[in-house]
Structures are given as C-alpha cells and as structure tokens.
C-alpha cells in the first residue's frame, strides 16, 4: 500500500469562474495548458493572471516600418509581446536586442519567445537597464530601430509578492528589481515629511501630500510598521477620513493609486533613468533608424516630448511625432489597462 505521506499535495481546485488570489488563477497562469480558459479571460475585457497584453502593437509595427534583416532594440521586454510580433518581421536574418530590469520575469519571456522559434540566433536578451543602451549599442553596432513600452507589466501588478498591487495584501516592495535598491517600505522609514510631500507632488501630482506626509512620518515615529500594501492603504484611508462620506471612496481610490506610482517611480529612479536612456539614445541608432516610444503617465510623456522636440530642433532627428497616437477605441473596450497609453516616434 502506498505511503499516504508520499503522496503528492493536490493542486488547489479551480474556485469557480472568478478565482481570487493569484496562485488559485493556475488556468491563467498556464496558458499554453488552458488556451480556451484564458480566452475567455481576455474576451471579456480583463488581462490573465501572470500575463500582459502588449498595447498600441499594429501601430508599433507601422511606425518601426520592419523588414527581414534588421537590427534593433527592444528596450523593455516584458512579457514579449511586442518582441514577437518584431521577430516575426526582421527573420529571417534580423537581430533583436532587448533589455529588461526584472531578473524573475525576463527568463520566463526568453523561453516563451523561444517557444515560438525565436531562439539565441536571433534575441540577444539583456538583464540591464535600458539606461545603459550606449553600452548595448557598442556590441549590436547602431540600431535600424528602437521601441520602449514604459508601462508597469500586467505579471508584476498581478503578483501579490512583488507589492505592486492594490487589490491584495503584499510586502510594500515595488521594485522592478527586486534583487537591487530598497523597497517602499525602506524608502519612507528614511524621508522626512518634506522629502515625501515633493515625492508625491513631483511623481504624481498628488493633491493630498501634505496631510498624507505628515500623516505617514508621525504614523512611523510612533514606532508603528509600515510593511505591507494593505498597512499603507489603511493609512492613507485614515488620513482621508475628513472628507465627505459622498466623495470618500472615489478619491482614496484615486489616492492609492496616485500614492503607489509616485513611489515605485522614487524607488526605481525611473524618470532618473527615462532621462538618462532618451540622452543616449540617438547616438544608439544609425541614420533613418526609427524610435517608438510608450508611455503611461503624464511625467514620462513630458520627458518624451521636451527631449524629442529639442533634437528635433538641433537637427538630431529629422522627423518626429507632432501629435500623441492613442490606442483605437476597440482595443481600450477589450484591454482597459490601454486607456492611459500615449505613442510617440521620431526618426533619426
């Protein structure tokens, strides 16, 4: 008789149509498995757990004008969505480069493209920051073209553990890296209320920040933890509470989300490195080469513009974007997350 011990635990059951925590979404989580699950995940507006919708993708492929034998630049991986759709492009004979700062997703996206026939011939996978381009460029030679898709992927907000999401309790992180900076938590036990407020206004145009700088740095000098997603939300609900009741849940909803970017925006430097990364990034890429540019809020874009407008003006690029493309009206009805997307291009 078999050892009861010895037996493997069984997989936790599929609660229903609608699971609820990460780990119970399996079908979601393998989609290869469960082809038909996830497409009914995604017909009915919402993005599978464990994976990531690439936005504005026909568009990209206009603007990048892509033929077999090109050389270029896939600036922020990702789940490879817009890697694949590139690959099946520029081969046979292309070569795509690409950088991602995430050390646990990055592995996942190289095999998955892989999977597809895209192997070592052809992607040359990078764990760095797209910031050290100038680096990336002196081994690939000038790029024919380059995209970034500045936007947080869907496998990092989804995941508890990473502290990225508002809907479930996890470590107050926020790192694209985990393995490198410090995490939220470690961020606000070093500001003073001075410090926190410019963050929250500078990061996200948070109309709240003072209160909610006072209000964290006294919640912390009291000797109080501040550790999970769940802790930083329930302040943040308490340092609200003067409101109305009518207005209350719409603008803490507002709040944390507004709260949360400004800090992964501080603890991952990111309009630090989007600076740095627009510098070199003309220097990276030959003569006509094409430039495809993503972004999600309101600060990246700004960076994205001024840069693009006054290398246009130095004669740097010869040509660039005069007006931002948004995504088409059926995407955002079947992918919500494409609301906020903003593309611009130029050309060198």
């Not at 050892?3 to 393998?30: A, C, D, I, W």
Request: charged fraction near 30%; hydrophobic fraction near 35%.
């Amino acid at each position: 008789m078999e050892n009861e011990e010895s037996k493997p635990p069984r997989r936790v059951r599929y609660k229903g149509t609608h699971p609820k925590t990460f780990k119970e979404k399996y079908k979601e989580l393998q989609p290869q498995k469960y082809a038909e699950d996830v497409k009914k995940v995604m017909e009915k507006g919402n993005t599978p757990a464990g994976m990531h919708r690439s936005i504005c993708v026909n568009e990209i492929i206009e603007i990048l004008q892509l033929k077999p034998g090109m050389i270029g630049l896939d600036a922020t991986l990702g789940y490879g969505g817009h890697s694949l759709e590139i690959l099946k492009k520029i081969t046979p004979g292309g070569k795509l480069f690409a950088t991602d700062v995430d050390p646990l997703e990055m592995p996942k996206t190289v095999e998955r493209l892989k999977s597809f026939g895209f192997g070592e011939d052809v992607l040359f996978p990078r764990n760095c920051n797209f910031s050290q381009i100038d680096t990336i460029a002196q081994e690939a030679g000038l790029f024919q073209f380059v995209l970034a898709d500045l936007g947080v992927s869907s496998m990092q907000i989804d995941n508890p553990e990473r502290g990225f999401s508002l809907k479930v309790d996890g470590p107050l992180d926020l790192r694209l890296n985990p393995k490198s900076g410090i995490p939220a938590s470690e961020l606000l036990s070093q500001l003073r209320p001075d410090e926190l407020e410019e963050i929250l206004v500078a990061n996200s145009d948070e109309p709240y920040a003072k209160y909610l700088s006072e209000d964290i740095f006294a919640y912390l000098q009291a000797g109080k933890k501040l550790e999970t997603t769940f802790q930083l939300k329930e302040l943040i609900k308490e340092t609200l509470s003067f409101l109305p009741e009518q207005e209350l849940l719409e603008k803490f909803k507002k709040t944390c989300q507004r709260c949360f970017q400004a800090l992964r925006i501080e603890v991952n430097n990111e309009f630090g490195v989007l600076e740095e990364f627009l510098e070199k990034l003309p220097d990276a890429v030959g003569e006509g080469g094409r430039i495809a540019i993503l972004s999600f809020h309101s600060g990246e874009d700004r960076r994205v513009k001024k840069i693009f407008k006054a290398m246009n003006r130095a004669g740097i690029y010869s040509e660039i974007s005069e007006d931002i493309i948004r995504p088409s009206f059926e995407e955002i009805s079947s992918n919500p997350r494409a609301r906020s997307a903003k593309l611009r291009w130029a050309v060198k």
